[in-house]
Nanobody, 120 residues
């Protein structure tokens, strides 16, 4: 059974940092496409970052140079290091898993989310 559990959210002032983690179970994270998504109040969910089984990464333009997605294969966990946070980064952040080996298209499983709030 695939399970994803996010942690690390919280409240921070603009310019601060947070590190999100996603504990995965029921599958081997390192062989799947993984991603972080977010949804702000009143807005559609958007993709923040994605990492392929081979380790290739992609980011939405608004977070490039500030956020870093990574994996801890030993812990079967996905991370998102968020630096230079801005109020517009405020959202619920979700971890998701897609297809095995191939990165693209929709994600198949989602976590419950962790709230990130950035104050000015």
């Amino acid at each position: 059974q695939v399970q994803l559990e996010e942690s690390g959210g919280g409240s921070v002032q603009a310019g601060g940092s947070l590190r999100l983690s996603c504990a995965a179970s029921g599958f081997t994270l390192g062989t799947y496409c993984m991603g972080w998504f977010r949804q702000a109040a009143g807005k559609e969910r958007e993709e923040v970052a994605r990492i392929s089984a081979a380790g290739g990464t992609s980011y939405t333009d608004s977070v490039k140079g500030r956020f870093t997605i990574s994996r801890d294969i030993a812990k079967n966990a996905l991370n998102l290091q968020m630096n230079s946070l801005m109020p517009e980064d405020t959202a619920m952040y979700y971890c998701a898993v897609g297809r095995r080996y191939i990165c693209g298209g929709t994600m198949n499983y989602w976590g419950q989310g962790t709230q990130v709030t950035v104050s000015s």
